[in-house]
């Protein structure tokens, strides 16, 4: 009984406390912050770039946020084993260039025709042009598509890759490694991910919708 | 004040409805579709009579090449949930938050188990007994969307809960209630299979009808079926009235607590096309009604005037936040479920209310239709205690409603000292022991928001990730 009556008392002592009271509100407030900038901020996997142009582009982080760095408005760099997806919403074929630059040792993909949402991108990875250091491969065509590229490490490179109806150019360090018919539909989107241990830097992507020119 | 109240409860619900947060993500994606079509048409046409033969004999041979190209979008939308958590309802009993000696609320484990004529009959409590379970704490419209903090750290939720109704005991001016309530959570995930097993510490805060904080943590196991158990260490803090600091609270608890319609999705399920989620029930529903003809003397909620036959429909049965969950026997087809409440009122003297009861049955699919045939077995053990054997046959209607067939036999106490006489005299006379009875029927009702899965809607079998 006396145990009950000091366990009693020591709970009114804490509840009445002005120090207990100020720790609640403060600890209430430090909720509601963190409630609201939750809700303020959103979805942290996605970005923006090119937000000033006739064609922003929005983007989406495709495994771990803190692997993507979005540096500056037209660039990011991917570390390995990591991906992004983007585009420019509503347009679907047309001309898409961006300029990388690889570190020694590594490999990039870039996926068109196809879509980041799981279903799709795990199934069919649309056409996928991978490139090495003094390869570039496309696939899925057969025979398989292979041309030798000379891509040095950290010298910056230009990949294009034109999507027009059934036809899709690619060129890649101003290499034209071919122009492939497919019957896949054109989509919004462009995939590209790191294979390999280090990380590549994506500058400046631009959509350009096709017959214009700039 | 009532107007306060009545102001944050309704802006409790809208967040609620609308939330901060959305409950499925939509992504649409755009396919340019592009066919080409080459017509080559050759026409000869001999013309009657000479011609000149030159060194190139002329032919009247035209050829015509029309190349046609369509180009059209497709608009594809995917649909995902994108909460953490969204759940109905979740009751706790509490062991240990007894404030002062005060009585307890006499509700047992998982704080649900009201005495029946204690609730409506305005009879006594009974403070006689020392109750392992002082308290209850109910939650009405729990919501947890995800949070990205900590470098992205993967098991931090925020949430809100539209009503939380806290009552350590039986006390006057112990009862704290939120609306609205914001909850922080962390999930240390130990089983990555469903049902997942978690260690969840939290903290929450309303502030308003009561502004108080809680904070602890929680063993949780689930959700399968929206069904979660929860085992809780934890502690409240706060005021009765919003703001007024006076007659604070304070106590920790240990808690029991069990969630219907409570649905967990880990951070890798927010990716995961709402087609291709993974179910483990074969049905959910949230209200059921049965009208019901059964064998009694006096109808349930009308009694027989002197020389009045039994009406057709003589009484109801209902289910409220129900959920039948898949066993892995008989294709899966053997299911063990659950209700927040059964009900039984088949007549006067033939009333029954099953909190938690267990039920078992098996589901049977006689054509490629919705139409379900399920022979079930159900017991509770309280407030009433009774045994409840049939069968029922339902069949989709509309989206979330479908048309009940129902027939069974009960057998048990009403679990009530209050018993009606049979001349329907108003208020009930008082009997020592509660009635037993027994009684067949069969009816027809509805359920409403309801959903009926297929066997190839269940996660069985088909190597998803968290089988």
Redesign the interface.
């Known amino acids: 009984m006396a145990k009950a009556t000091r366990m009693n008392s020591c709970r009114a002592i804490i509840a009445q406390t002005p120090i207990m009271r100020g720790l609640a509100i403060s600890a209430m407030a430090l909720v509601t912050v963190l409630a609201v900038s939750g809700c303020r901020t959103g979805d942290l996997s996605t970005f923006d770039l090119q937000r000033n142009t006739s064609w922003p582009i929005e983007g989406k982080i495709l495994d771990s946020i803190d692997a993507v760095d979005v540096y500056a408005d037209n660039a990011l760099t991917v570390a390995s084993g990591s991906g992004v997806a983007f585009r420019t919403k509503e347009i679907t074929d047309g001309l898409v260039s961006m300029q990388f630059t690889m570190l020694p040792g590594n490999s990039i993909t870039v996926h068109s025709r196809t879509t980041p949402h799981s279903d799709t991108v795990l199934q069919d990875p649309g056409i996928s042009v991978t490139i090495r250091n003094n390869v570039v491969t496309v696939s899925p065509f057969t025979p398989s598509v292979s041309v030798p590229v000379n891509i040095q490490p950290n010298v910056p490179f230009i990949v294009e890759i034109e999507n027009d109806g059934r036809w899709i150019d690619i060129n890649v360090a101003c290499t034209h490694i071919g122009r492939f018919e497919t019957s896949r539909p054109s989509t919004q989107w462009v995939i590209v991910r790191s294979n390999d241990r280090a990380s590549f830097t994506l500058v400046d992507p631009k959509f350009h919708p096709p017959f214009t020119e700039e | 004040m009532h107007r306060f109240v009545f102001f944050v409860c309704v802006i409790a619900s809208l967040l609620f409805c609308v939330g901060?947060?959305t409950y499925t993500r939509v992504?649409k994606?755009?396919?340019?579709?592009?066919e080409?079509d080459t017509t080559v048409a050759e026409r000869v046409t001999n013309q009657p009579g000479d011609r000149d033969n030159g060194v190139i004999y002329p032919s009247s041979r035209t050829i015509t090449t029309t190349r046609k190209?369509v180009?059209r979008?497709?608009v594809?939308e995917?649909t995902y949930p994108n909460f953490i958590r969204l759940g109905l309802f979740e009751g706790i009993g509490t062991i240990g938050s007894s404030?002062?000696?005060a009585p307890s609320t006499n509700t047992g484990i998982f704080g649900l188990f009201h005495d029946i004529d204690e609730t409506f009959f305005n009879a006594e409590k009974d403070t006689s007994k020392s109750r392992l379970f002082s308290g209850e704490i109910y939650r009405i419209g729990v919501t947890e969307?995800r949070?990205?903090?900590f470098?992205?750290d993967p098991g931090w939720s925020?949430g809100?809960t539209a009503f939380e109704f806290i009552r350590p005991d039986d006390g006057e001016n112990h009862t704290l209630t939120g609306a609205g309530v914001?909850?922080?959570r962390k999930r240390f995930y130990l089983k990555n299979t469903i049902p997942y097993a978690a260690i969840t510490p939290f903290?929450?805060?309303a502030?308003a009808p009561s502004t108080?904080?809680h904070?602890g943590v929680s063993a949780d196991l689930g959700s399968i079926g929206g069904v979660n158990l929860r085992l809780y260490a934890a502690g409240v803090?706060?005021v009765p009235q919003a703001f007024v600091?006076k007659n604070?609270?304070?106590?920790p608890y240990l808690g029991i607590g069990i969630s219907l319609f409570d649905f967990l999705n880990k951070e890798e399920e927010l990716?995961?096309?709402w087609k291709?989620h993974e179910h483990s029930s074969w049905d959910l529903s949230i209200a059921e009604i049965v009208a019901v003809k059964a064998n009694v003397e006096e109808a349930f909620l009308r009694p027989k005037e002197p020389g009045e036959s039994t009406p057709i429909i003589s009484g109801f049965v209902g289910r409220l936040v129900s959920a039948t969950i898949a066993l892995p026997v008989l294709d899966y087809r053997l299911t063990l479920g659950t209700s927040l409440v059964s009900f039984l009122g088949l007549g006067l003297t033939e009333f029954a209310i099953g909190i938690l009861p267990l039920r078992a049955s098996y589901i049977w699919h006689p054509f490629q239709t919705d139409l379900v045939i399920e022979p079930f077995a159900e017991g509770a053990f309280a407030p009433s205690k009774f045994v409840h054997v049939g069968f029922r046959a339902q069949m989709t209607l509309a989206e979330e409603v479908s048309l009940l067939l129902q027939g069974g036999f009960v057998n048990g106490s009403t679990g009530s000292n209050a018993a009606f006489n049979t001349e329907g005299k108003r208020p009930p006379i008082i009997i020592d022991d509660p009635r037993s009875f027994s009684a067949v029927y069969f009816g027809f009702g509805f359920s409403f928001f309801d959903r009926m899965f297929s066997r190839k809607d269940l996660r069985y079998g088909k190597g998803y990730p968290h089988e």
Do not use: H, K, P
């Open positions: 901060c947060g992504e994606d755009i396919y340019t579709i592009t080409t190209m180009q979008d497709s594809a995917r404030i002062n000696g969307w949070l990205r903090i470098d992205e925020w809100l914001l909850t922080l903290f929450s805060a502030l108080y904080t904070f803090w706060g600091f604070a609270l304070f106590f990716n995961v096309e291709y």
